[in-house]
């Protein structure tokens, strides 16, 4: 008997270790760009492709946001990407993506789990695909998510600003706690070390920066009806999780986030500033899902050098690529 217990021990602990994390520095989590004065930045977000829609059709459709984005330097979607997505439409829309011969990236949104393929084979497709994409995950690391990456915009030798790329998870199954996922302690520690990290490589001054995520914080509620409203509507309730690990009063605490890009909710497009962050939704950029004929578009956030920030919005309807 204790001879097969000390087997079963030996083997369990094979198990923990072929299932284990490795540690990562905070550089491994770094990517890097030139900054230009007025970095512009086009978000895409809640494209749902699916396997049964039209893809040209929301390719063309797509392309008029690019054309609003007039060049930009960086291209972000910011998650659903996908619903009901086979693995040839998910390279269709990367593909698509990529051929626009722009730098782009794109984190993940609840919706994208819900697809003939698993987060982990798209985020291994993303990791391997070179070209002009920008996505890096460390999928052995101790950090929750898919998608946890910074992009350092690098100008005479130093980052002039950062963007964050996060992972707000999907789901919570738990039956007390139903409903959308939340960032995890982990991805909160996680951003403090890059944060921190950041400042120390740039002479000990905190690096502004942006960040890009799918689910609104709790917080959201809070922007809306105590922040400055700067822009936008509000046609539905925000969905954010309804817990949290406290990461908005870390993002204040350590004073480098500026200003927070997210979607999810697809009938509002609101901008608020709360307690020195900005809060800001996308515009949905197809007509996948539910959405209204005057809500689907894009907008653009261009970099100052001076680091203030410039966001410009277009909509357009399907009449104009039917
Ligand atoms: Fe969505």
């Not at 890009?261 to 500033?273: C, K, V, W």
């Not at 307690?275 to 539910?290: A, E, H, L, M, W």
Request: glycine share 6%; aromatic share 14%.
């Amino acid at each position: 008997m204790k001879n097969k217990l000390t087997a079963l021990a030996f083997i369990s602990l094979l198990a923990l270790s072929a299932c284990g994390t490795r540690e990562y520095k905070p550089q491994d989590y770094i990517l890097t760009m030139n900054y230009k004065d007025d970095f512009r930045i086009l978000q895409l977000t809640d494209i749902h492709l699916s396997d049964k829609d039209d893809q040209q059709t929301q390719f063309k459709f797509m392309d008029l946001l690019y054309k609003d984005a007039n060049s930009p330097d960086l291209v972000v979607v910011t998650g659903d990407l996908f619903t009901f997505a086979s693995k040839g439409t998910a390279k269709s829309l990367l593909n698509y993506l990529d051929g626009k011969g722009v730098p782009w990236t794109v984190c993940f949104g609840n919706h994208d789990e819900q697809c003939y393929f698993s987060v982990d084979w798209l985020t291994e497709t993303l990791t391997k695909f070179g070209s002009n994409c920008m996505f890096k995950d460390l999928q052995d690391d101790a950090v929750n998510g898919n998608c946890n990456f910074a992009i350092n915009l690098m100008k005479d030798g130093k980052v002039h600003d950062q963007l964050f790329v996060m992972d707000s998870n999907r789901y919570n199954f738990n039956l007390s706690q139903l409903g959308y996922d939340c960032f995890k302690q982990d991805q909160i520690d996680w951003y403090e070390s890059i944060v921190k990290y950041t400042k120390e490589q740039n002479g000990g001054e905190t690096v502004n920066s942006l960040m890009f995520y799918h689910i609104p914080l709790p917080e959201i509620n809070n922007a809306w009806e105590e922040g400055t409203k700067i822009y936008g509507e509000k046609r539905e309730a925000s969905c954010p999780p309804d817990h949290d690990y406290g990461f908005f009063n870390k993002i204040k605490e350590l004073g480098s986030t500026k200003a927070m890009f997210f979607g999810h909710d697809h009938i509002n497009n609101f901008e608020a500033d709360y307690q020195g962050v900005k809060f800001c939704y996308g515009i949905k950029s197809t007509d996948r899902i539910y959405h209204d004929e005057d809500m689907m578009g894009c907008q653009t956030i261009t970099i100052h050098s001076d680091h203030s920030l410039q966001i410009d919005r277009y909509y357009h309807t399907y009449a104009e690529v039917k």
